[in-house]
């Protein structure tokens, strides 16, 4: 990419301020930024998702926010869930989910993409890395999230590991955020570096996964998201909250807040 590297500082400024100051990193704490602060750039936001749902589901809120206030927001699906009903044929999914897809980034004014791999087949090799490198070039974006590579889902470790190789070769040209679903089940050993508040937009991000119908969404949202969301906003001070990781370039690696 070759756009110049942002520093932190510019971060918080570009993205935690660019949602009214949300960010709750210690880091950001200490800049002593003043929250709500007006910008004039507009980002490119891609979020990965293994799956058509993942996205949706895991940080929905924190999308919806980045749209609502003028950004460009990206769902870039590794799959379009082709193995998720062993009933109906791989082709038959694959339309059903696309079409969920479509409708969830509707409501999240966001603009969805596939990646061309197969759910359940996910692959982590040469030619894939350098495929997602190539995609996330043409799209140039500044903050890339993607899903937690630590997870119990084969198709989530492939996601989160092709968002890092990407950050990674392109010499961190993009910001990286790392965002849970079903923590607990597939999700392991998060712990959230910061959060975002998505009280006010919890309905929005309701309707957008309620439009994964193949997904069991009453049940997905009321067994794992909503008490989720719940506890992530007790952790922040917020009544709903959607929680992230964020990776330090290398040359914050050694810095803690004060020293």
């Known amino acids: 990419m070759e756009k110049s590297k942002p520093d932190r500082r510019d971060f918080i400024r570009l993205s935690?301020?660019?949602?009214?100051?949300?960010?709750?990193?210690?880091?950001?704490?200490?800049?002593?930024?003043?929250?709500?602060?007006?910008?004039?750039?507009?980002?490119?936001?891609?979020?990965?998702?293994?799956?058509?749902?993942?996205?949706?589901?895991?940080?929905?809120?924190?999308?919806?926010?980045?749209?609502?206030?003028?950004?460009?927001?990206?769902?870039?699906?590794?799959?379009?869930?082709?193995?998720?009903?062993?009933?109906?044929?791989?082709?038959?999914?694959?339309?059903?989910?696309?079409k969920e897809a479509e409708n969830a980034c509707n409501i999240l004014n966001t603009t969805p993409a596939f990646f061309g791999q197969v759910d359940g087949n996910t692959v982590l090799d040469k030619e894939q890395n350098a495929k997602i490198i190539a995609q996330l070039t043409s799209l140039s974006p500044d903050i890339v999230f993607t899903q937690w590579p630590v997870d119990g889902h084969p198709d989530h470790q492939v996601t989160g590991m092709l968002g890092?190789?990407?950050?990674?070769?392109?010499?961190?040209?993009?910001?990286?955020?790392?965002?849970?679903?079903?923590?607990?089940?597939?999700?392991?050993?998060?712990?959230?570096?910061?959060?975002?508040?998505?009280?006010?937009?919890?309905?929005?991000?309701?309707?957008?996964?309620?439009?994964?119908?193949?997904?069991?969404?009453?049940?997905?949202?009321?067994?794992?998201?909503?008490?989720?969301?719940?506890?992530?906003g007790l952790e922040a001070g917020v009544k709903a909250a959607e929680a992230f990781i964020y990776f330090k370039p290398g040359d914050e690696n050694g810095k803690i807040t004060g020293l």
């Open 164 to 232: 890092l190789t990407a950050w990674i070769r392109s010499n961190r040209h993009f910001h990286l955020y790392f965002y849970e679903v079903n923590t607990g089940v597939e999700t392991m050993a998060f712990v959230p570096t910061d959060y975002v508040d998505i009280t006010a937009y919890r309905d929005k991000k309701k309707a957008a996964m309620f439009s994964h119908q193949t997904q069991d969404p009453v049940n997905t949202y009321n067994d794992y998201f909503k008490p989720l969301e719940e506890f992530r």
């Open 16 to 98: 935690g301020l660019a949602l009214g100051g949300l960010s709750l990193a210690p880091v950001a704490a200490a800049a002593g930024l003043p929250k709500g602060q007006a910008i004039d750039k507009k980002l490119t936001i891609v979020c990965l998702g293994a799956h058509p749902g993942d996205p949706e589901f895991g940080c929905g809120g924190t999308m919806a926010r980045y749209s609502d206030a003028g950004h460009k927001v990206i769902f870039l699906y590794i799959t379009r869930g082709e193995a998720s009903d062993p009933k109906k044929t791989y082709a038959e999914m694959a339309a059903a989910r696309t």
